[in-house]
């Protein structure tokens, strides 16, 4: 019998499998909130227990191995150690949310309420440095605060924007050796892992929500700017920045071997709804020589798939992305101009594998009828899926507003286009 | 059109502010828009016409190529960055009422919500139109949105969302301005909206795009 380790690798290399692999929770962006975690778990029969809220900028809840066998998933992801906000997910406690849910935080999970009944939350869990994220009180999850200090253009300098990009510390080594060995005692699955710091220009980490006193460049308008008006200063951060990544590769590469079989190396959004954020010469002349060395790196010394995120109508990008030699689109989104996924699929279907696109997100998921819900994805994965080349997941994280009913139409349309009963 | 106004026009649309700004490289160490908008009034241009057709006219070109796929949201950024820099020595007339706004825009994100670029990038062209602006921000609640249709009642209100999870609020909200305002023109804008659900939540306009609001924005005025 095919395990999911063996399907998903069957996929990535555009064969088909016995079914269609599933992902929902192995990354930060192919995830489910921690309130649609709780609904889940209490709509299959699970045992209820506080959710773990293993990422807490989205307030993306844990997908444990019991839900993951209800929900037929077959791939799991190691994060980086910290989070987002900079703390280690250990120490759980609990937490109530404003939704009225009673979930579990990491230590590190520091927040107070601001005069408008806010919550904030601070960077490695200080709670005497500036808060770097904020949740509205009517909100589900956190946005960065961007803290911009006064640029001063004379003595603005790379390094101010290279500051969390660092070597790998014995901490993180020790970290991943953990995790791989955790891993190997039961390999079912497949794995994504993220090292981290791989992501060029990544504008949900511009701001540096981990950093006590970010430095550079930080708020998220005056970057798009910059990639004007200071490309030398960009190219200059990327240089080092990729620098250090094949570094980090080479040494996370020496713990975790084939234990994985993807490496999330991208998370730069490119895509607006009905745009892009740059022109393909822009990508080609800023990104892609980058690029392009991680993953020729990758290539050429390991037997990863790197994966790309990008949210948004990327088609015109997408020839870009596969000649910088990423080998996975995420979240394809479907619904944005020229994301047809017929179109998609016959273009690039033999070349790249496209890891979502199973259910649109922003109108479907959430606002159809579940028998809407039903067709809709079986009709994704019969196109997306032919002949390999795709892994189901939603667009992006499935939000805490879906309707329960709505989720499980989609697990049990996918098991339909599997062939389950 | 005046040598002068198309030089600003261009200035704007490129995003060029002022001299000393390195972008575009093309126009490095010529005057910007800042230099330009002055150096209009001084040569006696009157302001109404500056903005017409130094600043109006290159929001409205950056616009139609940002709408045609052909600039981009760092290009938009730097012209309403350009726009504003000439805009400031136009605000003097607007406040004697030599110039006089197309109308008043209140525009802001959602409740819930605290995504700015889109919305401040509607805020910036329709600005560059040649309308007052009144920016309430993010993360707006139905109160404020009311509060300022009290004091400028043939105000547009402008709503955005870029969340799912928000875009009930923008139907909350709209809801409570015609509770209380019936007929109040309302635009809504945003990622995950259109067309169909601005008009289930009653809504008056959407456009998937700044420029479709300008234009819808220049049938209201005239």
């Known amino acids: ?421 | 059109m005046n040598d002068l106004l198309e030089r600003l026009s261009q200035c704007v649309e490129n995003g060029k502010i002022n001299q000393a700004a390195p972008y575009p490289p093309k126009l490095k160490g010529q005057p910007g828009a800042d230099e330009l908008c002055r150096e209009a009034l001084a040569s006696g241009i009157p302001p109404d016409r500056i903005l017409e057709e130094g600043l109006v006219s290159g929001m409205s070109r950056i616009g139609e190529r940002f709408s045609q796929g052909k600039a981009f949201v760092p290009e938009m950024l730097l012209a309403a960055r350009a726009m504003t820099a000439a805009m400031a020595h136009l605000k003097p007339f607007f406040t004697s009422g030599a110039v006089k706004r197309k109308g008043v825009f209140v525009v802001g994100t959602v409740a819930g919500d605290l995504h700015d670029i889109g919305k401040n990038i509607v805020a910036m062209m329709v600005e560059g139109a040649g309308w007052e602006v009144i920016d309430l921000g993010v993360d707006v609640k139905a109160e404020r949105f009311l509060s300022e249709i009290e004091k400028h009642p043939r105000c547009v209100v402008g709503l955005s969302a870029l969340l799912t999870t928000t875009m009930v609020n923008m139907e909350k909200i709209v809801s409570e301005i015609h509770a209380r305002f019936p007929g109040h023109v309302v635009f809504v804008g945003g990622a995950p909206v259109n067309d169909d659900f601005r008009k289930k939540i009653g809504a008056s306009f959407y456009a998937p795009d700044p420029q479709g609001a300008v234009e819808h924005l220049k049938t209201l005025a005239a």
């Not at chain 1, 993951?68 to 949310?97: M, Q, S, Y």
């Not at chain 1, 927040?111 to 408008?116: I, M």
């Not at chain 1, 794995?191 to 990544?202: A, E, P, Y």
């Open chain 1, 1 to 421: 019998m095919t395990t999911s380790r063996e399907r998903l690798e069957r996929v990535l290399e555009h064969r088909s499998a016995d079914r269609i692999p599933v992902d929902l929770g192995a990354t930060a962006v192919t995830g489910v909130h921690v309130r649609m975690v709780e609904l889940l778990r209490d709509a299959l029969g699970l045992p209820r227990q506080p959710v773990k809220v293993v990422e807490p900028y989205q307030m993306l809840g844990e997908v444990d191995e019991a839900l993951c066998d209800a929900l037929g998933v077959d791939v799991v992801g190691i994060p980086a150690r910290k989070t987002l906000f900079g703390f280690e997910n250990e120490g759980w406690r609990e937490f109530r949310t404003f939704w009225g849910q009673v979930v579990l935080v990491p230590r590190g999970f520091e927040t107070r309420l601001d005069e408008g009944g806010d919550l904030l939350i601070y960077p490695e869990g200080d709670r005497s440095a500036r808060p770097s994220g904020r949740m509205p009180k009517s909100g589900f999850f956190f946005d960065t605060i961007v803290r911009q200090d006064p640029l001063d253009e004379g003595r603005l300098e790379p390094e101010d924007n290279l500051e969390e990009f660092t070597p790998l510390s014995e901490e993180d080594l020790a970290y991943w050796r953990r995790q791989i060995a955790h891993y190997r005692a039961k390999p079912r699955r497949g794995l994504v892992v993220s090292i981290g710091g791989t992501g060029l220009g990544d504008i949900a980490l511009v701001p540096g929500p981990w950093m006590k006193n970010p430095r550079g460049v930080r708020d998220i308008a005056e970057w798009y700017v910059t990639t004007l008006t200071r490309p030398d200063y960009v190219h200059a951060i990327f240089e080092r920045q990729t620098a250090v990544a094949l570094a980090n590769l080479e040494v996370a590469h020496r713990i975790i071997g084939d234990a994985a079989q993807v490496v999330f190396l991208c998370g730069t959004d490119f895509g607006t709804q009905d745009s892009q954020f740059c022109a393909p010469d822009t990508f080609r002349e800023l990104y892609r020589p980058y690029y392009r060395r991680m993953n020729d790196w990758i290539h050429r010394h390991t037997s990863w798939k790197s994966f790309k995120h990008s949210c948004g109508a990327v088609e015109p990008l997408i020839e870009s992305f596969l000649d910088a030699g990423f080998d996975i689109l995420n979240p394809v989104q479907v619904n944005a101009v020229g994301m047809d996924p017929r179109l998609l699929k016959e273009r690039y279907g033999d070349r790249l594998v496209f890891w979502g696109g199973g259910v649109d997100t922003q109108k479907v998921l959430p606002f159809a009828r579940p028998e809407e819900v039903e067709t809709h994805v079986l009709r994704q994965c019969e196109i997306l899926g032919k002949d390999g080349g795709f892994v189901f997941n939603a667009v992006h994280n499935i939000q805490a507003n879906v309707p329960v009913e709505n989720v499980l139409a989609m697990i049990r349309a996918v098991k339909r286009a599997n062939g389950e009963k």
